[in-house]
């Protein structure tokens, strides 16, 4: 039959090889790097098994003066190297895919605090590499410097093919290699490498020609190349330099994968970017080359794949979260199961493994970096081992996942929630501005459940203990949530703040439709002048910020305070935090860093420096705690002893019932209750396996 998606999956030729397929994975990050290949190898070779018809590795350090450290990137620097890759390259191939290795030299955006070389790039300047704001600065890189980088690329390019590779990559984006800076406008070295483009260009140019001199006899040689900074005239600019490298050097890769820069324009979160918000900048790159163009944007629809490649904007779809949250994204598609595809939902948990040097972790794909370790695969599960009937109590994403999980295991599932919607906070928190795309959580899961005929969902049934013990079934497991805390208590602060001020937590605020005032007609019952809000944020991520613009929109002036000293300070490991900035900047919301809360009145909060412990008052109608939250376990506890005199078989207590945390760890808790059901688990042995 054919399909309009039929266009995806014709072969690409790329120089001397053939992608089976349009589904390219570009090379992402994934905190495996060269400290855990097997199970890097693993996740790769799943993407392969999906039907991706390109599989890349991350940024692949070339050499040790280039290294990478603190965070754990790919790594080619001898041939000692080649037996890790092959496990790759093997993983890859097994499945018919193509495997590509994007080669990098980083000049001074490699901290090298492990090896302890001197970095050396376009000039001496201070390292941007590592925290970005690592103590020293790189050298002025001399012509014999460049040479030597030359060779070192042309023989990190003979190792990858040894190992297997079929694409092998020269890399100019994200900002971080020697090839884009020194394409830079600032660089204005005095020799043929500075001063007019051409000379800028020429670096990039002898790596691709060196690159296909010695291997492209039988590997691709591609590209991968940041056409815009989103920096106007300061930076590379689509319509500006970036037309004319591309121009220059339009037929000598034998593939163009293009984005922006840096990282956080390319991966931009669904809070502040929406599928396909690359096209306008790298459209033009075909209409320059023959070569295929690929092209990244977030694409989860088939439809927009389809179609950005009907309208010429690319060849082939570049992809690395969508590939994450759903390794067998084209086969689904290829298949006709697109309503199957676990739509990536733009929250950049996924990048937190590479910045904060764990393996790869996603919202979405509770499977994703347990392929290896854990023996995890995104499509299979085990079957049931038994008879026995699971009830499950509360539709959060945790109990939603566990539902799903022990539904296609084959069990007799029974989910109730007190609730009129499936979701738990995930259905409230997704109304939220901007973070509508976070109901991708639910909806995935709901129409797997509607597949499932084992599994019966029940709404509006809030549950007793009696009411758990009077249903009947021998298994419980408890996805009941969590509340967030009232009285200040957090990371901050041990005992409750004092005060008769209004306080709210984000309970109060979470599931009022944004276009209407009954949020701030709501809040006006306790507090009758509300007018200015004081958020008082040692949760760090996204919740204090988010808040901040829902009030803001309901015509509040708010005001948000942080013990920690940079506002939404996690929100760094996700590439946000500049732009949820931006975002409050314009919104004019006053920015308090390094401050608790002490005690409150109704019109007061009075506030501790965390440095100089001065003390402040602030004017504020009411004050939002966004602290810890408190585990909703009280069933839990109250169905125990029905455990220990045997009325219960199994009790369990999975995600923010038993401790609360990001919305990934719930979805992870109910996919690991539900993979451990009916098996023997024994706490004194750990329960994957580790890379040694
Ligand atoms: P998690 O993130 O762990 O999945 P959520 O807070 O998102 O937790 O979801 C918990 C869900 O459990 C909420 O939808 C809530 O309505 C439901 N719930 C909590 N207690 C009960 C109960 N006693 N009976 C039925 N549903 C409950
Ligand atoms: Fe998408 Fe979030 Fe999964 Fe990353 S972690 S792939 S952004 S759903």
Known sequence: MTS?????FQPIKIGPVTAPNRFYQVPHCNGFGHRMPQGMAAMRGMKAEGGWGVVCTEETEIHHTSDLSPYFEGRIWSDDDIPTWQLMTDAVHKHGALAGIELTYNSHDAANLYSRAAAFGPRSMGITGGSGYEPGQSRAATKDDLKLVRKWHRNAAIRAKKAGFDIIYCYAAHNMTLAFHLMSKDNDRADEYGGSLENRTRFFRELIEDTKEAVGDTCAVAVRFAVDELLGGDGMQFDGEAHDIVAMLAELPDLWDVNLSNWANDSVTSRFGKEGHQEKYISFVKKLTTKPVVGVGRYTSPDSMASAIERGIMDMIGAARPSIADPFLPNKIKEGRTEDIRECIGCNICVTGDTRFVPIRCTQNPTMGEEWRRGWHPEN?????????????????AGLEA???LGQRGYHVILTDARREAGGRVALESALPNLNEWRRVIDWRLTQINKIENIYFYPSSQMTAQDVLDAGAPHVILATGATW?????????SRPVQGNGNIFTPDD????????DSLLSKLREQAPALQKVLIYDDDHYYMGGVLAELLVQNGCEVTLMTPAPTISCWTQFTL???????RLLDLNVTLLANHVIASHTPTTATVTNTITSAESTLAC???????????????????KPALADGRLKSLRVIGDAEAPNIIAQAVFSGHLAAREFDEQV???VTPFKIER
């Open 403 to 405: 539902a799903r999980a």
């Open 576 to 582: 946000e935090q500049e732009r949820i900035l931006k």
């Open 485 to 493: 805390r009232r009285d200040g208590m957090g990371r901050n602060i």
């Open 682 to 684: 024994n706490p004194d």
């Open 621 to 639: 109608d009411a004050i939002v705690m966004v602290t810890d939250r408190i585990p909703n376990d009280a069933l839990y506890h109250e169905l």
């Open 381 to 397: 599960i085990s079957p049931k081992k038994s008879e026995d009937e699971i009830l499950i109590v509360g539709a959060g994403p």
């Open 4 to 8: 309009r998606y039929d266009i995806l």
């Open 509 to 516: 605020l979470l599931g009022f439709n944004l276009e209407s």
